[in-house]
């Protein structure tokens, strides 16, 4: 299966994105987290191309991240791009 997450981890995604490491609810932490773990869902999947219930957990992940992604697209244009441009999710 893929990594889990460290709290140490988790600590740094949150900082980075959330402004502090107590703010684990802002919507630009949530998403820098969810492409972390979608990262590493996905690099499982290239060497493991028959588990299917990493591949239903990855895509109920990239579902969650898309719904955060429109909400925050809504709220503030300016952070969304910001955001997929320091995420590199978009080519």
């Known amino acids: 299966m893929a990594e889990y997450l ?4 988790k600590k740094e995604i949150f900082k980075e994105y959330g402004g502090s490491e107590e703010n684990t609810g802002s ?10 773990r979608i990262k590493g869902l996905s690099d499982h999947l290239k060497t493991n191309r028959k588990d ?5 957990a990855l895509l109920g992940l990239v579902g969650q991240r898309k719904r955060l992604l429109t909400y ?10 910001s955001l997929i441009e320091k995420l590199g999710i978009r080519k």
Not at 6 to 9: A, D, F, H, L, T
Not at 52 to 56: D, G, K, Q
Not at 74 to 80: M, R
Request: hydrophobic share 35%; aromatic share 6%.
């Open 72 to 81: 925050l697209a809504k709220k503030d244009i300016e952070k969304y791009r």
């Open 6 to 9: 460290s709290k140490e981890k």
């Open 52 to 56: 299917h219930a990493c591949r239903t």
């Open 27 to 36: 919507v630009e932490a949530q998403i820098a987290l969810f492409t972390h």
